[in-house]
């Protein structure tokens, strides 16, 4: 619905769907590519990937299902080794790694433990990335 809009516009239509919604409670149904604009309002998601089904849950649930941890390149790899990595993002000697499962309790200094995005949950469950885009 908001494909063409600019980005206040599609502000003001998320803003308006809201509002009538807290009037009228009933389940909307929002299909888009924008992700990261919709995650903040939308409280399940499902994923269809080539006319797949590949998932559908609480947005919550799909947040939580890993986590990203970031540090130095040499850091990241040494303490994923035996993890369950998704992916990872390397740009010069930083690195991102995004993790199935719970954050652990202790992370070495200098490694940071973040949130998995909508966003990054989609692109991973669809197999789409950077490194697909390049072959």
Do not use: C, W
Not at 5 to 29: G, Q, T
Not at 41 to 56: F, N, P, R, S, T
Request: a negative charge.
């Amino acid at each position: 619905p908001v494909l063409g809009l600019d980005a206040a516009n599609r502000e003001l239509f998320y803003k308006e769907l809201l509002l009538d919604y807290s009037e009228n409670k009933r389940m909307v149904i929002l299909s888009t590519h924008l992700i990261e604009e919709v995650s903040n309002i939308i409280d399940e998601a499902v994923i269809i990937h080539d006319g797949k089904l590949l998932m559908h849950s609480p947005t919550e649930q799909m947040a939580n299902m890993g986590y990203s941890l970031s540090g130095r390149k040499d850091d990241v790899s040494a303490f994923t080794g035996g993890l369950d990595v998704i992916s990872t993002d390397v740009i010069g000697g930083f690195a991102t790694a995004y993790i199935k499962g719970t954050v652990p309790d202790a992370l070495p200094e200098g490694l940071e433990a973040g949130r998995l995005s909508l966003q990054k949950v989609f692109v991973e469950l669809t197999g789409v990335n950077m490194e697909d885009s390049n072959e």
